[in-house]
């Protein structure tokens, strides 16, 4: 750390808002971060209540053959993480003690388990629409909020590893979802602005891996599939994208089967809401301390 320039995260941990872990992106959180995600959590169920929104919960790891079958791993293998687990005997335990004290690599027993960490909060959620079978008329509204893991260890603290992400998720015909999307474009935008943070919104693509993926990030662009409301927060230049919005077409719909009332294959749209990236944005422009930030941006956030 630099004494005289302390970076954001450096700001941070000092003050105590973020716990170091000894891992880049991978953080503890003081209560008093915790009481400005709480206060955004609220004011994001506000906004979306009138919705008719059914609230599911997954735990931060799902189920690794329907995340094999997501396709996930053709988009994005360099973010995702599994969970591996000791498969061995008695030798191989001894084996493995003594790797570690050794110094040496321990993980040749270990094997992968049934569960990956989840990449993305609507990720498990199409799969256990499409069990139900076909949506009722007006299609499903979905409120998620989950951990997930994103390998992407980094020093800026808007990049985590571990984060956690509100979403809603609308699932149905194309004119309710585009119209969903677009509601919640307008509706996020006029929320961050009630914040009073500085931001505005532009297309978006997603990190998708190797040469291939180059193609993918561009027809994503061109189709206007991805568009993020973006705040500046570790510098002007490179704003950080807070929430975002997703338009999926008839992609999880055909892949896990989802079918809407009249049989059709189903669109799915999702917002997404950076619950870390929101909370330290406001820390950046109202200061560490939350009794000395503007009288209505508490008072939207209800601290
Ligand atoms: P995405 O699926 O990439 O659009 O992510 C949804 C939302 O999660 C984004 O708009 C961000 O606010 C947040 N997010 C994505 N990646 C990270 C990360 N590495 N650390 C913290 N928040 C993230
Ligand atoms: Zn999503």
Same mark, same amino acid.
């Given at each position: 750390m630099c004494e005289a320039c302390p970076t954001l995260l450096d700001k941070l941990i000092?003050? $105590?808002?973020? +716990?170091? !872990?000894?891992?880049?992106?991978?953080?503890g959180r003081? $209560?008093?971060?915790?009481? +400005?995600?709480? &206060?955004?959590?609220?004011?994001?169920?506000?906004? &979306?209540?009138?919705?008719?929104?059914? *609230? #599911?919960?997954?735990?931060?790891? /799902? @189920?690794?053959a329907l995340f094999e079958k997501s396709g996930y791993l053709k988009?994005?293998?360099?973010?995702? $993480?599994? #969970?591996?687990?000791?498969?061995?005997?008695? =030798?191989?335990h001894a084996a493995l003690v003594a790797h570690l004290e050794a110094g040496e690599d321990w993980s040749g027993d270990q094997k992968m388990t049934d569960v990956v960490l989840t990449p993305a909060a609507c990720y498990p959620l199409y799969p256990t629409v499409a069990r139900r079978g076909p949506l009722p008329a007006d299609g499903l509204v979905f409120d998620l909020n989950s951990y997930c893991f994103r390998h992407e260890p980094s020093r800026e603290p808007t990049r985590m590893q571990m984060f956690r992400m509100r979403e809603y998720v609308r699932i149905g015909a194309p004119d309710q979802v585009v119209a969903f999307r677009a509601m919640w474009l307008e509706r996020g935008k006029k929320m961050i602005e009630t914040l009073r943070l500085p931001c505005h919104v532009d297309l978006a693509n997603d990190p998708f891996f190797g040469r291939a993926?180059?193609?993918?990030?561009?027809?994503? =662009?061109?189709?206007?599939?991805?568009?993020?409301?973006? *705040?500046?927060? @570790?510098?002007?230049e490179n704003p950080t994208a807070c929430l975002s919005f997703n338009y999926h077409q008839e992609h999880f719909g055909a892949l896990w089967g989802i079918r809407t009332a009249?049989?059709? !294959?189903?669109? !799915?749209?999702?917002?997404?809401?950076? /619950?870390?990236? #929101?909370t330290i944005a406001l820390l950046k422009h109202h200061g560490l301390d939350i009794a000395a930030w503007p009288r209505e941006v508490r008072d939207a956030l209800a601290l």
């Open positions: 000092r003050a $105590g808002l973020l +716990i170091e !872990t000894g891992v880049d992106g991978l953080y003081s $209560g008093e971060f915790e009481r +400005i995600v709480d &206060g955004f959590d609220r004011l994001v169920s506000r906004l &979306g209540q009138g919705d008719g929104a059914e *609230v #599911v919960r997954f735990p931060p790891g /799902m @189920n690794r988009s994005f293998p360099q973010l995702a $993480g599994t #969970v591996h687990a000791f498969s061995g005997d008695d =030798r191989r993926g180059r193609v993918m990030a561009s027809s994503q =662009r061109d189709l206007g599939l991805k568009f993020e409301l973006l *705040v500046p927060v @570790n510098s002007d009249s049989g059709e !294959t189903a669109h !799915t749209a999702c917002v997404g809401f950076g /619950m870390e990236r #929101v």
